[in-house]
């Protein structure tokens, strides 16, 4: 009784504790947004910008650890890889890979990724969602 007791303390304790480490949920400011049609914007704000944007929204669950380490890992990552809120100065290059990986990604049902859609049920990409996604992606190809 006395160890379950003690064992308990312990892991509280240490929940308690992994809350005082920071994690940076920060949206930093918008550089020039994707600038995508309403219809697109629309789609992408709902399945995409909370981890391909700066505008993304940070739920109350998002901050408790140890799952805010994760959603945080996230966002990080996904901005790294992508971000709509960071469109300026796209080069040849840049607008052929991101446009052949979001199709790809799309066509492959690889985005959103999984854990967040058992939380966002909504952000599930519809068939005729995916094919304006899609659409759109293939006007970013340089002309
Ligand atoms: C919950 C966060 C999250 C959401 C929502 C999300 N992504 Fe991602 N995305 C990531 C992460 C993390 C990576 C980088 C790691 C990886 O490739 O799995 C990534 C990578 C990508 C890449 C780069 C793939 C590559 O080949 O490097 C593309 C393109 C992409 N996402 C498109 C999208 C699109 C389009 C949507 C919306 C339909 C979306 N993502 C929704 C987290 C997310």
Same mark, same amino acid.
């Given at each position: 009784?006395a160890?379950?007791?003690?064992?308990?303390?312990? +892991?509280? /304790?240490?929940?308690?504790?992994?809350q005082?480490?920071?994690v940076?949920?920060?949206?930093?400011?918008?550089?020039? =947004?994707? /600038?995508?049609p309403? %219809?697109?914007? =629309?789609?992408?704000l709902?399945?995409?910008?909370?981890?391909?944007?700066? %505008?993304?929204?940070?739920?109350?669950?998002?901050r408790?650890?140890? /799952?805010?380490?994760?959603?945080?890992? =996230? +966002? *990080?990552? /996904?901005?790294?890889?992508?971000?709509?809120? $960071?469109?300026s100065?796209?080069? $040849?290059? =840049?607008?052929?890979?991101?446009?052949?990986? *979001?199709i790809e990604v799309?066509?492959? %049902?690889q985005?959103?990724i999984?854990?967040?859609?058992?939380?966002?049920?909504?952000a599930?990409?519809?068939?005729?969602?995916?094919? *304006?996604?899609?659409?759109?992606?293939?006007t970013?190809?340089?002309?």
């Amino acid at each position: 009784m006395a160890r379950t007791k003690l064992i308990l303390s312990i +892991v509280v /304790g240490i929940f308690v504790i992994i809350q005082l480490i920071p994690v940076n949920q920060t949206n930093p400011p918008i550089v020039r =947004d994707a /600038g995508a049609p309403e %219809e697109v914007r =629309d789609i992408l704000l709902t399945s995409c910008y909370d981890c391909h944007s700066n %505008e993304s929204i940070w739920p109350w669950y998002s901050r408790i650890a140890p /799952g805010s380490f994760l959603i945080t890992r =996230d +966002v *990080i990552e /996904g901005r790294k890889h992508l971000n709509f809120s $960071e469109f300026s100065d796209l080069n $040849e290059y =840049d607008s052929t890979k991101i446009a052949a990986e *979001i199709i790809e990604v799309i066509k492959e %049902e690889q985005m959103p990724i999984l854990p967040y859609l058992l939380l966002h049920p909504k952000a599930s990409l519809r068939d005729s969602e995916a094919k *304006i996604l899609i659409n759109w992606a293939k006007t970013l190809y340089p002309k």
